[in-house]
């Protein structure tokens, strides 16, 4: 993948190099910088037999399954982060009680020629009810609920997403 850099944010050099999209080094001022993980998180709404997932309004993978949540703030923990995402996104007010750790996944997420690598922290939720709206409809097209047996990974958007709903929700 090319660099997302066109030249040394420090000196303007163009004598870098940029190993595995994660080291950045310039050889002319010395300057490194490394492009670590960000922290996103994902809530599994489960209701009966059934996921709920989103449709994805916006790139990267417009048009393609999805889960709730979203990238953690700086000063933020995992679970603020969700319910701050799902009262963002789904009008939901969750207190973090509401929600069981599942597991991490690391992912890739292109956004606008820049190549973040996230871990995907993943919670479950179980909801007494499968009414649900869209808040977020620049980010979100629709809300769907899926049958576990009728998962096709394929429609889902995100490796991480796909592996998590794999391993643990589909029959």
């Keep these: 993948m090319k660099p997302f850099f066109s030249y040394c944010p420090n000196c303007k050099s ?3 190099t940029f190993e595995n999209n994660f080291r950045f080094h310039c050889s002319t001022c010395n300057f490194t910088y490394y492009h670590n993980i960000a922290a996103a998180v994902a ?3 489960t209701f009966e037999d059934k996921i709920l997932f989103t449709v994805r309004n916006v790139d990267p993978d417009k048009g393609k399954l999805d889960l709730p949540g979203g990238f953690i703030d700086p000063n933020e923990n995992a679970e603020a982060a969700a319910c ?3 009262k963002e996104e789904l009008g939901l007010d ?3 009680k509401n929600l069981k750790y599942r597991t991490t996944s690391p992912n890739n997420y292109p956004y606008k020629n820049v190549p973040y690598r996230t871990i995907d922290i993943f919670y ?4 007494e009810s499968d009414v649900i709206s869209v808040v977020a409809k620049d980010e979100i097209k629709e809300l ?12 889902i958007g995100f490796v991480s997403i ?3 709903i794999g391993e643990f929700y589909s029959n």
């Design 14 to 16: 163009t004598h870098f």
């Design 43 to 45: 809530i599994v709404f």
């Design 84 to 86: 701050r995402e799902i």
């Design 94 to 96: 969750l207190q973090p």
């Design 124 to 127: 479950e939720c179980n909801l």
């Design 144 to 155: 769907i609920w899926i049958k576990r047996s009728e998962i096709d990974l394929d429609s």
């Design 162 to 164: 796909r592996k998590v």
